[in-house]
């Protein structure tokens, strides 16, 4: 496994295969452990949590494996709307809140947590931070560093990666316009970053030199050669992970993802304000081209939605996020999963 | 080259490396007699050709090369526009023809030839036909398969491919949304179709038995080795062509892809009415979100303009295709590129 060396060193595993960090309850304590302790690395998503869900999460993934993991967070913006705006993009939601028999709901708050993020997994000492939605504060990235932590970065373009280097970042996951839920695009516009993986990796590996993480569509051995020979040292996946026993994700959301094909999902800001990766519904088709209010307010808008249409098994209005390979999701456990991945290997 | 095996044969070649028929010029008996000469295979893109020019280029590619090399043919559409709707895309496009110092033209014509195209191959022997823009209708692919050739599909998704298979094609190219030029999509919408490479093969390899040619982002050995260990038998590459000594694309094309970066191209149906994939110039950020004709009206509608700046050499209104790699791309002969492609093998 001489091609995942760097990975597996500074991720203190033996296999360079990493759970995506899925924010939004995929990531539970049962997965984090089971990937972690079969040899791969687990990841909390913890963009959405609070500080202490996460400090509370952090300290069940421990109770189950002594094996290292890390935490990802969600780089923080301050986008403006005006109240006009706001009101808008609620009224735009109220037809779909009255389907789901919800009351008309406050204005969300959009607590910024990121920085009680960081003393958390400070406080309790992960060994691997990642990051999505752009580079953290120059301090961030030193205080991790000095406590010892690995920090890692997300990429959807050369610039990019480029950037996470230059910025201390200790590996980059690359993510391909074939990855299921947030594209990590923060220097372009979005759709000038949709790169397929084929061309993205080998690009990225002529432009950095610390370790490439290979992100977006990878489900199986095949898609790990393939990032390898592509100039990776490690694959991330997400969807793949999704589907498994001990994920978190809903019972409606895996099934989905196990019934789609691979032209059946769509990249929408509808759910959160951020383009992501799902399986098309009719929230995504009924959004399509209207104004919705940039991240983190729109994120917190539909949130109250998703909530409902989850309770209700509702997939006409959740975030059924996938990436483009959802013929080959499977349904097993997290074990089988990874053997899958490494088998002829060992 | 195990790999490669039922694609050499099927080819009659050494190598499994198809250059693509790309059309507009590009593909000139000088670059197609290369690179079968090289021990690749060859296409001449005869997509928006006369039969007597296809004809002309057959008998002249025979005249540089004894080795067996394709034809890749358009499979032909008619749409219908009304006359507001021509007159609306032209007057669309008078400030560029006024700009390039261009008479009124008149209305073009669009001829059929698609099977003027097919009696041509017929009757000058060409051992492959390709085929773009969907499935020809069965007697020609049986009357192409009775003469002895061998038939080649394109598709975009794993529905395509299955559809490519029934009709009897001996391989298919798997198009990800990497490649440059225009998209192959015929059984669905165009933005559903837009499927990474990585995503695209293995689950076009899980659902056909005939051999896959990969298509998109492969410029290099890296990308070669990535498309076999994900199913395909073959590669084939459009842009890595484009740029070398032996291609006929223009000089200010070539030099726009040599200097590009993996986020400098757009889709776009601004040239031709159908998707296709480019960098980003002028004429497609100002004809965005604008209506355009279908294909094939609208690309008359723009051949004279492309035509007249290429003259002027104003890459403005040119159609730069290429794929999402050409940071990739380099400027060497056929040989050189191909040797480089399978340098190791040897």
New interface residues.
């Given amino acids: 496994m001489m091609e995942g060396k760097r990975i597996t060193d500074l991720l203190e595993t033996e296999i360079p295969v990493v759970q995506a960090g899925m924010a939004g309850g995929v990531t539970t304590p049962e997965l984090v452990a089971a990937v972690s302790e079969a040899g791969a690395f687990g990841t909390i998503g913890a963009g959405y949590m609070s500080a202490e869900d996460m400090k509370e999460s952090i300290r069940e993934v421990k109770k189950r494996t002594s094996k290292p993991f890390g935490v990802n967070l969600f780089v923080p913006e301050e986008p403006e709307a005006s109240l006009e705006d706001r009101e808008r993009a609620a009224e735009a939601l109220r037809p779909y809140r009255e389907e789901l028999g919800m009351d008309d709901g406050d204005a969300p708050e959009v607590p910024d947590v990121f920085l009680e993020q960081v003393e958390g997994v400070l406080a309790e000492t992960v060994p691997v931070v990642s990051f999505t939605f752009g580079i953290p504060p120059k301090e961030v990235i030193q205080s991790l560093k000095q406590a010892g932590m690995t920090v890692i970065g997300t990429a959807t373009?050369?610039?990019e990666a480029v950037q996470n280097e230059e910025a201390g970042m200790d590996a980059v996951v690359a993510q391909?316009?074939?990855a299921g839920g947030h594209r990590g695009t923060f220097d372009?516009t979005f759709?000038?970053?949709?790169?397929?993986?084929?061309?993205?990796?080998?690009?990225v590996?002529?432009h950095v030199s610390i370790p490439i993480i290979a992100a977006?569509?990878?489900?199986?051995r095949?898609?790990v050669?393939?990032?390898f020979?592509?100039?990776a040292e490690g694959v991330q996946l997400g969807t793949a992970f999704l589907t498994t026993r001990e994920s978190g994700a809903q019972a409606v959301h895996k099934e989905a993802v196990l019934h789609a094909?691979?032209?059946?999902t769509?990249v929408t800001k509808a759910f959160s304000g951020k383009p992501a990766r799902g399986i098309e519904n009719r929230f995504t088709r009924e959004m399509e081209g209207r104004n919705v209010l940039d991240y983190p307010l729109q994120n917190a808008l539909t949130k109250p939605i998703r909530k409902e249409a989850g309770r209700q098994q509702n997939t006409d209005f959740l975030s059924l996020w996938s990436?483009?390979?959802p013929?080959?999701s499977q349904d097993m456990t997290v074990a089988e999963l990874i053997r899958s991945l490494v088998g002829p290997w060992e």
Avoid: F, H, N, Y
């Avoid at 790169?195 to 690009?203: F, Y």
């Avoid at 094909?261 to 059946?264: I, K, L, W």
């Fill in positions: 373009t050369v610039e391909g316009a074939e372009t759709d000038k970053a949709m790169i397929g993986s084929m061309s993205l990796l080998p690009q590996a002529d977006g569509g990878i489900m199986d095949r898609g050669d393939a990032a020979v592509l100039g094909g691979e032209a059946d769509v990436g483009q390979s013929r080959l």
